[in-house]
């Protein structure tokens, strides 16, 4: 069965959230995996290591620190981007309100008043649900973004050192 991508998910934030969830999941039992066979290494090693042990361990290290700075670039340029999309939805929101609040205080007559009192009521709700719910995904995908290349090493790792 394929699996979906997050970014077929993105119309369903609760489903992208559920697979982000089962992501996390996945990373720590690869990380128990591999920690579990390093840690047993470490003690039967002792400290005499031999030339695996040592290209092991040294890859360990390495491994740790690629993966810290690609998920920190992957973030950082998500987060300069969410900022767009944050600066630009709330430019969009207040536009719309005071659209909306000119037209009711410009309002000649009470049925105009009641009917654009109502419409800037309906836009700010429809606005704010529509806005929340792109923060929410926009989140997500962040999330995805930094989890992806710690989540992608620990579990090339453990299929790696099963099979030792």
């Known amino acids: 069965m394929k699996r979906r991508t997050l970014y077929s998910l993105s119309a369903h934030p609760l ?3 559920s697979e982000l969830t089962f992501k996390a999941g996945e990373l720590m039992l690869a990380s128990a995996q591999v920690i579990g066979h390093r840690t047993n290494r470490m ?16 890859l360990m290290g390495q491994e740790k620190i690629v993966a810290a700075a690609e998920s920190a670039q992957a973030m ?3 987060v ?14 207040m536009l719309t309100g005071a659209t909306a609040m000119m037209a009711l205080a410009s309002s000649r007559t009470t049925g105009q008043a009641v009917s654009r009192q109502a419409r800037l009521v309906r836009d700010a709700i429809g ?3 529509v806005a929340t719910s ?6 997500g995908r962040l999330v ?8 992608s090493r620990a579990k090339r790792n453990a299929k790696r050192l099963v099979k030792r």
């Open 15 to 17: 489903l992208m959230w």
């Open 134 to 139: 792109q923060l929410t995904i926009s989140a």
């Open 127 to 129: 606005n704010s649900a």
């Open 76 to 78: 950082a340029l998500s």
């Open 43 to 58: 003690v039967l090693a002792g400290p005499a290591l031999n030339t695996r042990d040592q290209r092991e361990f040294t």
């Open 144 to 151: 995805d973004k930094g989890l992806r290349p710690i989540h």
């Open 80 to 93: 300069i981007s969410l900022n767009q999309q944050i600066g630009a939805l709330a430019f969009k929101q």
